[in-house]
């Protein structure tokens, strides 16, 4: 496993790690260790050692800290010694292991053995001309970025969709610096993409790439570094596969997380008429050995090792069946990166249509926490997983629970269901599942025409729970065969009483009771839904007062659209039925629609519907 520190629920992402892995600063580290003259001693003045060897092996001979308590244990692999014998060490170069290491350099100055040079990792900043905040290297607006899985290959194309959001936290001139890696991790293209001035929408097409560079076919990553942003770090977006052949595929995905994990979970099986592949992308320049990937079936603790190598930032399909040759849905596959990639995607194979979906970071710092067991009554029904149930008359509905973090040994769970209007339908214990439990159940039986359900932690058959619950969500049209699958976990809904920072802010404090959504507009042969619900732990407004805003490519309000979502109720949303035919050509190529309500936090999956019996669907992002 890469000793990294990614992520923090607490703190959140390690600006650290952003800051070594950033391409250009792999580049930039290369150049810089080519530079260093033997013997090198390295001083770990800021306790990153360790990560700096992980991405980058180190050519060093000793290494040195000023903490006492760290003398004598492995840094980097080898003993550290205390900095005051500095100068005993015969170095002729001293590797100063920070950024923004002026002051570390000339504080050991009279430390350093006579003739010997001192570098900083000052040498690999970024251009000054990529950073958000200029006069503070590791503020973590300036490594604002993300990768995305992106092909336009085999009559398959990618678009990542998003808007210009940090515009709405006061940035001017926000910028996009992308690279895109070829599968074999060598670079197919670098440019810039400017920003609409507001909050404007923006997409970045596979098939124009491909044009513009007159590259060959290609599946791999782009890389996407926001320079100029405003309020956070976080880059988020929607990324749809759609067939460019007239094929019949159509999918919509998430973000990739920002942020390597060592486990990934909610990898369904093949059926007997599919193939799984998981899309396995280096988020490193440093390649990860034969063996660190492993596939194994949930709860089974059996893992099957990939006994190959993966270069820096290639790109690897690996078909779950060549590891697990006997698992079928509904059984579950755990995956292990040892934190080498970001959130992976997979792709499912069924006929002539082809899906594409996201893991989930199983987390390994959680614990049961006794205390979701005995929450008041304040906080009603406590976390609640929500998620749509499609219109029964074209669609199956079927949810599957996951186990996302290494601690859940079990699951105890019910499901309550609700219709459109908020009206509860029915419930069902689903037991004290085990974390290789094979359970995939249709909806179909509670005879809901629309609305949707909750999963919720019951403890009438004991169990532990963690507050990390999630579920993959499928989709199934009874006419085309056409699948859609989403996955996500629970929060505490709507109430002024919080637990453990929910319920969840967008930014700030909780509780978070206000709504913010992403949606898409759809185009000549597609169009874009949402499904919105109201789901609400214990007892909140009647109704919401959501407004749909249909904002143009910059960022102007075209048009708008008030509606009301019962309490514990749902909407399945059109823009192209809501907003006139004149409105929709206002807002442009790069308009979207704002989902907005500052009464109560609503939770929502989007998507796009062809006339052909093709969908997509994944949950929404805010912001």
């Excluded at 890469?2 to 703190?11: E, H, P, R, V, W």
């Excluded at 923006?202 to 790439?209: G, L, Q, Y």
């Excluded at 949930?298 to 993966?310: F, I, N, R």
Aim: include cysteine; glycine fraction near 8%.
């Amino acid at each position: 496993m890469l000793q990294i520190q990614t992520f923090d629920a607490k703190a959140g992402g390690n600006v650290i790690y952003k800051a070594l892995a950033h391409p250009l600063a792999a580049e930039a580290i290369q150049r810089l260790y080519a530079s260093l003259e033997a013997p090198v001693a390295l001083y770990d003045a800021d306790g990153i050692a360790d990560a700096l060897a992980a991405l980058y092996p180190l050519p060093v001979d000793s290494v040195f800290v000023h903490d006492v308590s760290l003398v004598g244990r492995p840094r980097a692999g080898i003993a550290a010694r205390p900095l005051t014998r500095l100068g005993e060490s015969g170095a002729r170069t001293v590797l100063v292991a920070a950024f923004d290491a002026r002051k570390v350099a000339d504080r050991i100055a009279a430390l350093v053995p006579a003739g010997a040079k001192v570098v900083t990792l000052d040498d690999a900043r970024l251009p000054e001309a990529l950073l958000s905040v200029p006069g503070r290297y590791l503020d973590n607006r300036n490594f604002a970025t993300n990768f995305a899985f992106f092909r336009d290959a085999e009559g398959l194309s990618t678009r990542v969709v998003s808007a210009n959001y940090w515009a709405g936290y006061g940035a001017r001139s926000v910028r996009l610096w992308l690279r895109l890696f070829g599968a074999d991790g060598t670079v197919l293209a670098t440019w810039e993409q400017p920003l609409p001035a507001g909050a404007g929408g923006f997409s970045i097409d596979s098939r124009a790439v491909r044009d513009r560079f007159g590259l060959e076919p290609f599946t791999g990553q782009l890389f996407i570094h926001a320079i100029g942003v405003a309020g956070h770090d976080i880059v988020k977006y929607a990324l749809d596969t759609y067939a460019s052949d007239n094929g019949a595929s159509l999918s919509c995905t998430h973000d990739a997380n920002a942020w390597p994990s060592d486990r990934y979970a909610g990898l369904p099986a093949p059926r007997d008429d599919e193939t799984v592949l998981l899309w396995l992308q280096n988020s490193h320049a440093v390649p990860i050995p034969a063996g660190t990937i492993q596939l194994d079936r949930m709860g089974t603790e059996a893992p099957v090792p990939l006994q190959e190598t993966v270069g820096p930032f290639a790109t690897v399909a690996l078909d779950v069946a060549s590891f697990l040759p006997d698992l079928r849905w509904p059984h579950q596959v755990e995956v292990r990166t040892g934190r080498h990639v970001v959130r992976p995607r997979y792709e499912v194979t069924r006929g002539d249509r082809v899906r594409i979906a996201h893991v989930n970071v199983e987390r390994d710092n959680l614990r049961p926490d006794p205390g979701i067991a005995g929450l008041p009554a304040e906080l009603g029904r406590g976390y609640l997983l929500p998620f749509p149930i499609l219109p029964k008359e074209r669609f199956r509905t079927i949810f599957q629970p996951t186990p996302m973090s290494t601690c859940q040994a079990n699951l105890p769970i019910r499901l309550d269901v609700f219709d459109h209007r908020g009206v509860k339908r029915g419930e069902r214990f689903l037991g004290c599942l085990s974390r290789a439990h094979d359970l995939a159940m249709d909806l179909d039986a509670f005879d809901v025409a629309q609305g949707h359900a909750e999963l919720v932690y019951d403890f009438r058959d004991g169990g532990e729970a963690d507050g990390w619950l999630h579920a993959l969500f499928r989709y199934e049209d009874r006419q085309s065969g056409h699948v859609a699958e989403s996955s996500f976990g629970a929060h505490i809904f709507n109430t002024l009483m919080t637990y453990r920072d929910e319920p969840q802010s967008y930014s700030g404090p909780p509780p978070g009771l206000t709504t913010r959504l992403f949606l898409k507009l759809g185009d000549a042969t597609r169009d874009s839904f949402a499904a919105l619900i109201y789901p609400t732990s214990g007892p909140w407004h009647p109704k919401s007062a959501t407004t749909l805003l249909l904002m143009d490519s910059d960022g102007v309000l075209a048009a708008e659209v008030p509606i009301e979502i019962p309490q514990s109720g749902s909407t399945i949303v059109w823009p192209h039925r809501m907003f006139s035919a004149d409105a929709i050509g206002r807002a442009g190529k790069g308009g979207y629609v704002l989902v907005r309500d500052t009464t109560c936090r609503l939770f929502g999956y989007h998507g796009l519907m062809d006339r052909v019996g093709g969908f997509s669907l994944d949950h929404m992002f805010g912001f």
